[in-house]
């Protein structure tokens, strides 16, 4: 199947169909520049559109027997295994993934919606006690209505499916804007699965299109009751303003700055790949990935020597390559704003441990160390292959290293001990922490995302039925009330 000849199109009402704008997104293979397709922009008017069709679907579908719902998901679930290896050469061309990195992807979002078919039938009520005598207390859960999703482009397939799937099986409709770098990963193969998979038309619409065509209308749009936005916490913040105007539910999966915390007494070789993996799965492309690398300085000089080797190996080049650790960077501009970000660090007086170097979009893996306390470096989020390293002094100084970040999405701490780790984790200001492992993780039944600036509400499992759901108190007197006047 030829994925961009055929679902470079606006997906409406169950149509595939051109924008209505006067200009072209271009998508863009990163690592050889070479042109996958191109989609002519939504406007809005075709963001009416869609929530309208969504809005008139969702009424029956959210009447549906649950069984139909879960049927619609598990086709879905076995259409991605079905079709995996062709979902992987698309992530490839479009992002300029490693396979590995997009076999991954693929796995992980076919069991999202494995679990997302079994949340269709899970409770959707309780009966509660009451005050009165003969009185019955039902609470519902119903579905919102209509869910608007604004994914990200670094894991396009899955950040919409984990939103999408469980949606879906909830009972709503939902219209997706993907991220412009990734308008096929992230949106017309979705709706493809799903319409093979045979969901009624107008439960899924993906419009493909930018801020700078429809302002604010995706957003402000009167259907979409919830909105799912994952990307930068500078646009978040304005999601989350917008959305809070109209009295809209927003769930928000915004940037990170996590650290790996390598305490005295850890296991120093699985801390070292730990360390890889969570800071260069994707070149870096990843909220979860460990900016910070916090090491306990008695064991600083071993652990930077090992890291440093297993680093200085990683190859760097054709993602196609099976030899290929590190890909692309998603563009040049981001490429350019990495080199130059190393630049100035090394001119602040940081050492570099490993200096990768920048051809186009590939971007070596770069080691730093001696930033000076206070340094913006460690305070922001890298989106790409730079690594810190940060010697402390005992472990309440690494929680007050960790803690010091305007942002708490995930991270890690390795040790011999692991309720100690659990200790340490609880100190920490964060969403999600994790005991001698990567801090990039994510599972289907756990509840995902962040505090502080990282972003607000959680997914996943039972999240999820808190995010795309509503409460609804039915209360049925037995017998007559006695009133209290």
């Known amino acids: 199947m030829s994925f961009f000849s055929e679902l470079a199109h606006q997906y409406i009402d169950g ?21 996958l397709c191109s989609v002519t922009v939504a406007t809005a008017a075709e963001v009416d559109r869609a929530y309208r069709a969504a809005g008139r679907a969702q009424t029956e579908w959210a009447s549906a027997n649950p069984y139909v719902r879960r049927d619609v998901l598990e086709k879905a679930a076995r259409l991605v295994g079905e079709r995996g290896d062709e979902i992987a050469e698309l992530i490839i061309d479009e992002l300029g993934g490693t396979r590995h990195r997009a076999e991954y992807e693929v796995r992980i979002a076919q069991e999202f919606l494995r679990d997302a078919a079994a949340q269709a039938l899970r409770p959707s009520g309780r009966l509660l006690p009451s005050l009165a005598d003969g009185k019955e207390n039902r609470v519902y859960r119903l579905p ?6 604004i994914s990200a482009f670094n894991f396009p397939f899955l950040v919409t499916m984990k939103t999408v799937a469980p949606a879906l099986a909830l009972g709503n409709a939902v219209v997706v804007k993907p991220h412009q770098n990734a308008p096929i990963a992230g949106g017309g193969l979705v ?16 419009l493909i299109t930018d801020s700078a065509e429809i302002g604010d209308a995706f957003i402000e749009h009167p259907v979409p009751k919830v909105i799912s936005f994952t990307g930068s916490d500078r646009v978040g913040r304005h999601v989350a303003a917008t959305a809070a105007g109209l009295f809209k539910r927003t769930v928000l999966e915004l940037s990170g ?19 890889v993996f969570s800071r260069f799965l994707f070149q870096g492309q990843v909220s979860m990935a460990a900016n910070r690398i916090l090491v306990d300085r008695s064991v600083e000089a071993e652990f930077s020597a090992r890291l440093t080797d297993e680093v200085s190996a990683l190859g760097v080049g054709d993602p196609r390559d099976p030899g290929t ?20 660090a090394l001119a602040d007086g940081a050492t570099a441990l490993v200096r990768g170097r920048t051809r186009g979009t ?49 991270g890690a701490v390795h040790t011999a001990d692991a309720e100690r780790g659990v200790r340490f984790a609880r100190r920490v200001t964060g969403g999600m922490f994790h005991v001698n492992g990567p801090t990039v993780q994510d599972d289907p039944l756990v509840a995902f995302g962040g505090e502080k600036a990282s972003g607000m509400g959680r997914l996943n499992g039972e999240a999820a039925v808190e995010a795309f759901t509503t409460q609804k108190w039915i209360s049925v007197q037995h017998g007559r009330t006695v009133f209290p006047f």
């Not at 650790?325 to 100035?344: C, H, K, N």
């Open 144 to 149: 919102v209505g209509v869910v608007g999703v």
């Open 15 to 35: 149509e595939w169909l051109s924008g209505g704008g006067a200009w072209d997104i271009i998508d863009f293979n990163p690592f050889n520049g070479e042109k």
């Open 191 to 206: 709706a493809r699965i799903f319409e093979d998979a045979g969901l009624p038309a107008g439960l899924l619409n993906v």
């Open 362 to 410: 590939l971007v070596g893996p770069t080691i730093l160390t001696g930033l000076p306390e206070g340094s913006p470096l460690l305070e922001q989020e890298i989106f790409g292959p730079v690594a810190l390293l940060v010697p402390f002094d005992g472990e309440d100084d690494a929680v007050r290293l960790v803690n010091d970040s305007p942002y708490g999405l995930s």
């Open 325 to 344: 650790r590190i890909g692309p960077v998603i563009s040049e501009f981001q490429a350019d704003a990495l080199t130059a970000l190393v630049d100035g």
């Open 257 to 275: 700055n996590s650290a790996l915390v390598v305490l005295e007494d850890a296991d120093l070789d699985h801390a070292v790949r730990a360390a």
